[in-house]
């Protein structure tokens, strides 16, 4: 409809006084004169230039097909929008992905044993020749699946994940574990894992031949023209939530390069349910299937209907409906409750994520002087082991602090899963800026001092759903919490003792608590976070190992030591 034509009259939804049914009215001599000739059930209303008109599908296609020509002022807007939506049909471009999903085989590049629904992830993959949106709840392995299916696909490399800065360290770390390399001849070198470029600046220059490439979603626009340059097969989105705008540079960098003819396969990775929101599922399927939801206005005109905002929203009635046209076509989406029977009862990541090294470092050197000085004066063993204890709980501080902003970044990404989240910190200063920069998730705190009345009101609304994010000391009211409404915890500090954590998890995994409980433990990078892993257990880096096996408490004074020792170590290194 052309914006510049002028209107020949208005259109409104109104109860009709005679017959008391609701119905369209018009109004304007010409509108009047028109619509009466075209709309055999018209009947005139009150006034000399006002026309009634039944609420059917055919009269509303009629007058849709007359406004295309001949605007009217529309007086009811978001009925309209409504109304006209059942006068199309999607248009269903490709034959349906075949629903029964098989246990497909890894390939032999892949290494590492994927769980049943893993495998069933793997076909849906091969069955949509790789074009496809893995829409899997946060926690169930969609990189996994990925990877295996890049081992198992022919021609996939070389491959471009993009993905945003934080996830980055974990693709590479995933890649290691996962991954053999295969040589130029096709031979399978066990002990090796794929090549990885990882690009971290955004000047321009050509790209190290490599068989996978990270870049986060920022510089891609800047290092487009490299990239086209690599004849890459396969682009994984990581989080493609991102693209879920198509005026943004990240968005048209990915389309340009999705549009590459030496591009076989393209897959995005989302634990969101963004068909649940708005328009921004089209941008995104446009990149993996175009076609598949129309134009753009016509995806608009079936689905959705435009808020006071202008933005257009899919519309409630017909989530289910988009839903099944994704699921037939290019998406596969499992809930933890689906495939619960496979899961542990609680699963623990390792997230590395982004720290302020500079501000770390320095504040580390601090420490480190105040340490050397009050052993130089201390004048007995107490004296010199409360020093030590000091220098520790500081440093836990100071890389607390350096990585908060991340640490908001990560919740904020987990939030939008919209399920209830449990962070867990250490030091009072930490809460108060979780707690400050989270503030549009109305969280809920316990942390010590509060009056038992307060806290109990607060673990009420959090376990009401009146909240959906609480922040919590870690070392704050160990008895008598009971969370089991959260399906997540997030350690934004890691506390010394292993002790500590299995308790502040077992908040959550209750009787009462159905869910596997999914633990996230957020490592700064450049920090001693990966030490104090180390530390926990005898050498053992990973959280799994640390949560399950008994250990002392750093009050042993070796350990504090050693770690003093590796406190000194990263200034001398820096």
């Known amino acids: 409809m052309e914006t510049s034509m002028e209107n020949i009259g208005t259109l409104e939804y109104v109860l009709d006084k005679y017959s008391k049914?609701?119905?369209?009215?018009v109004t304007g001599d010409r509108a009047v004169s028109?619509?009466?000739?075209?709309?055999?059930e018209a009947w005139y209303g009150e006034n000399i230039n006002e026309i009634i008109i039944p609420d059917n599908l055919e009269?509303?296609?009629q007058l849709k097909l007359i406004m295309d020509r001949y605007p009217l002022e529309i007086l009811s807007k978001s009925i309209w929008q409504r109304k006209i939506v059942k006068t199309y049909a999607p248009k269903p471009t490709l034959p349906p992905i075949k629903l029964k999903l098989k246990r497909a085989k890894s390939g032999e590049q892949f290494r590492g044993k994927l769980l049943n629904f893993q495998k069933e992830g793997l076909d849906f993959l091969l069955k949509s020749s790789g074009n496809a949106l893995l829409a899997d709840e946060m926690g169930l392995g969609k990189t996994v699946q990925t990877l295996s299916y890049a081992a198992t696909e022919k021609h996939t490399f070389p491959i471009l994940v993009v993905a945003p800065l934080v996830?980055?360290?974990n693709w590479e770390r995933e890649i290691q574990k996962f991954l053999k390399k295969k040589s130029r001849n096709g031979r399978i070198i066990d002990s090796e894992?794929?090549?990885?470029?990882?690009?971290?600046?955004?000047?321009?220059e050509e790209l190290p031949t490599s068989d996978i490439y990270l870049i986060n979603y920022e510089l891609l626009f800047k290092r487009d023209d490299d990239l086209a340059k690599l004849g890459l097969k396969t682009i994984v989105c990581d989080e493609v939530h991102n693209l879920r705008s198509k005026t943004t540079q990240k968005y048209k960098a990915v389309k340009k390069l999705a549009a590459l003819p030496s591009i076989l396969y393209r897959i995005g990775l989302s634990g969101t349910p963004i068909y649940n929101r708005g328009s921004e599922i089209w941008p995104i399927i446009d990149i993996l299937k175009p076609g598949l939801l129309g134009s753009f206005k016509e995806f608009c005109e079936y689905f959705c209907y435009v808020n006071e905002k202008g933005k257009a929203i899919v519309l409630e009635n017909k989530r289910a409906s988009l839903r099944n046209e994704l699921q037939k076509h290019v998406m596969l989406r499992r809930k933890k409750s689906d495939v619960l029977k496979e899961l542990k009862d609680k699963v623990r990541y390792k997230e590395v994520i982004a720290a302020d090294t500079d501000y770390y470092l320095e504040e580390l050197n601090k420490i480190w002087q105040k340490v050397e000085s009050e052993q130089k004066d201390a004048d007995s063993e107490f004296i010199k082991s409360a020093s030590y204890h000091r220098a520790i709980q500081s440093e836990r501080q100071i890389a607390g602090i350096a990585k908060v902003p991340h640490v908001i970044n990560f919740v904020k990404n987990i939030m939008e899963i919209e399920e209830s989240v449990v962070v867990f910190c250490h030091h009072k200063v930490i809460h108060k800026l979780l707690h400050d920069s989270l503030q549009e998730f109305f969280p809920v705190s316990i942390i010590g001092g509060q009056s038992d009345s307060f806290r109990q009101n607060e673990i009420?609304?959090?376990?009401?759903?009146?909240s959906k994010l609480m922040i919590a000391g870690i070392r704050a009211g160990n008895v008598g919490i009971n969370l089991t409404r959260a399906k997540y915890v997030i350690f934004a500090e890691l506390d010394w003792s292993p002790a500590i954590h299995r308790q502040a998890e077992d908040r959550l995994h209750r009787i009462g608590q159905k869910n596997?409980?999914?633990a996230y433990y957020l490592i700064g990078q450049g920090t001693l976070d990966d030490h104090v892993a180390n530390i926990l257990v005898d050498k053992s880096y990973e959280i799994d190992a640390i949560m399950d096996e008994?250990?002392?408490?750093?009050?042993?004074k070796d350990k504090a030591e050693l770690i003093l020792a590796q406190i000194q170590d990263k200034i001398r290194s820096k």
């Open 21 to 25: 049914i609701w119905s369209w009215k």
């Open 34 to 40: 028109m619509i009466s000739r075209l709309v055999t």
């Open 59 to 61: 009269t509303v296609k």
């Open 167 to 169: 996830t980055l360290n």
């Open 193 to 204: 894992s794929p090549s990885v470029t990882m690009i971290r600046t955004g000047k321009s």
């Open 460 to 466: 009420d609304k959090f376990q009401k759903g009146e």
């Open 516 to 518: 596997t409980v999914f």
């Open 550 to 556: 008994s250990a002392e408490t750093y009050e042993n």
